[in-house]
């Protein structure tokens, strides 16, 4: 695997420095500042490869090209900006940058509802709660049908929550859904956040199937003319939302989307946080089904709770999955196909100097630190119990 490392750009509480020091040799980054649908020039592409490579690094994805969301309803238009993607793809491959994570949540990107939920160690960590997110949906949001969405019992949890909260804990609750977390690319009023969600009012699942479909027939050939490898990120939390159609969620969501286009140049990023989330979702399986049609690797872990609606985002060898087994079908199919995949240890916990720092939400230095060393050792472990390598004396 190759090891990387997640970075913001300059203005990343993490340096270029503090990467390298980690052991990771791969940076995955993106050019945050351009707005959503726009093309990147390759000038500006080449400045930021210029600078990573000066620290020693080689930027090996591109997490992410944020997809407009024109393109997800299918709006008139839609076509010039998937040119736009597309032309950007061309530019990060010409600069030797050639594979590319996106994603097709509609509206929103990555959600939690708690950014600094303590463990029984001290540690902060990411937390989505289902009961907090309902509160959100029906007493703030407002939104039109809401209540259809929940059971009985789940509106008198949501109920609970909002008597049970304050003032600054539901500005803090709104903030972490709407503002926008690290990556998302986009930030929201409430009232723009009810318009978004407006205008997905008429597409379903098989309508946005089908704008996926759309979206790809003009992208592929772009990504396999330039050499480039497109990674679909999973939807994260891998279930509806806000009764936004959610299509990226399963195994059987997964192999629909692989069946769209046959190049290998459509493929996926396997994220073991936001698959490992749903129960119904065996890891090592998918790593098995997709086989070569993944192209990057997000390893973390989440923890689902009493409602496992519910989860938080655990240790990178704790909570659901069996990580063991996920990294051994990973080398497994690095050794098939004589190709090495990018990987980057996801979402870390807030630990130690962490908690007094500056850091991004989700990203913290040592936090990462601890899970890049884990991951390294496990993929090591396997080497070794595999007969592929000695232990160093």
């Known amino acids: 695997m190759i090891e990387s490392w997640r970075w913001f750009g300059p203005q990343d509480p993490v340096s270029l420095q503090d990467i390298r020091q980690a052991g990771a040799t791969g940076i995955v980054t993106a050019l945050h500042d351009i707005p959503n649908g726009t093309f990147w020039p390759e000038e500006d592409i080449a400045a930021r490869r210029e600078m990573i490579e000066a620290a020693g690094l080689e930027w090996v994805v591109t997490e992410s090209i944020p997809v407009h969301e024109d393109i997800k309803t299918g709006a008139p238009g839609w076509e010039q900006w998937a040119q736009n993607w597309a032309g950007t793809v061309r530019a990060l491959a010409h600069q030797g940058v050639k594979t590319i994570c996106y994603n097709f949540m509609p509206v929103l990107d990555w959600t939690r509802t708690d950014l600094d939920y303590r463990l029984a160690d001290g540690a902060s960590a990411l937390r989505f709660e289902f009961r907090a997110y309902a509160a959100f949906d029906l007493f ?116 629909r989307i692989a069946a769209m286009n046959g190049s290998n140049a459509h493929g ?115 080497d070794v119990l595999d007969g592929l390598e000695t232990i160093p004396r």
């Open 140 to 255: 703030i949001l407002k939104r039109e049908g809401a209540e259809n969405d929940y059971s009985e019992e789940d509106i008198a949890e949501a109920e609970a929550y909002w008597a049970e909260s304050s003032d600054a804990e539901r500005n803090r609750l709104t903030a972490n859904i709407i503002a926008g977390l690290p990556g998302s690319e986009e930030s929201y009023t409430l009232e723009s956040f009810s318009d978004c969600l407006a205008s997905y009012r008429e597409i379903g699942r098989e309508d946005l199937f089908q704008n996926l479909k759309n979206f790809l027939d003009v992208v592929v050939p772009a990504a396999e003319e330039a050499g480039a490898l497109l990674a679909l990120h999973p939807d994260d939390p891998p279930r509806s939302l806000f009764g936004l159609p959610r299509i990226v969620s399963s195994l059987a969501d997964l192999e």
């Open 268 to 382: 996926f990023t396997l994220c073991t946080g936001s698959l490992g989330a749903h129960p119904d979702n065996d890891l090592p399986a998918i790593v098995e089904a997709l086989g070569a049609r993944i192209h990057f690797t997000h390893l973390r872990a989440t923890r689902r709770e009493t409602d496992p609606r519910s989860f938080h985002e655990d240790a990178h060898l704790a909570g659901d999955i069996d990580m063991v087994a996920i990294v051994r079908a990973i080398r497994h199919l690095e050794r098939k196909t004589q190709s090495a995949l990018p990987m980057r240890p996801d979402h870390g916990h807030r630990i130690l100097n962490d908690l007094t720092g500056t850091s991004t939400p989700g990203y913290p230095a040592i936090g990462r630190l601890r899970g890049l060393a884990e991951l390294r050792g496990v993929s090591r472990a396997i």
